[in-house]
């Protein structure tokens, strides 16, 4: 998984402008997204990953509540369905 580093280098302070300053927000903003972003979303259900989870992202994991089943979405082998692998 992508890590988020905890400290953002400004570099030299002393003639930092505002519209400077809101560039670096905003690139931390993006960066930020971006690392979020990739990590996968983990939906528990009483059911295996569906065919039509077309709303789902390549990477997404659903877990069976009923037999711990674990599956990741492969991919979207068509724009009305997607393919899930068993992982245990």
Known sequence: MVKISENYDIGNRDNVTPERLLEML???YRDLAIA????????VRTTDGSTTD???SDGD?????SSNKVEILTKH????????KTLS
């Not at 979020?36 to 939906?43: H, M, T």
């Not at 082998?77 to 899930?84: E, K, L, R, Y």
């Open 26 to 28: 905003e690139d931390m």
């Open 36 to 43: 979020i972003n990739r990590k996968p979303d983990v939906y």
């Open 54 to 56: 077309i709303l789902l």
């Open 61 to 65: 994991l659903t877990i069976n509540s």
């Open 77 to 84: 082998s068509s724009p009305t369905a997607v393919f899930w």
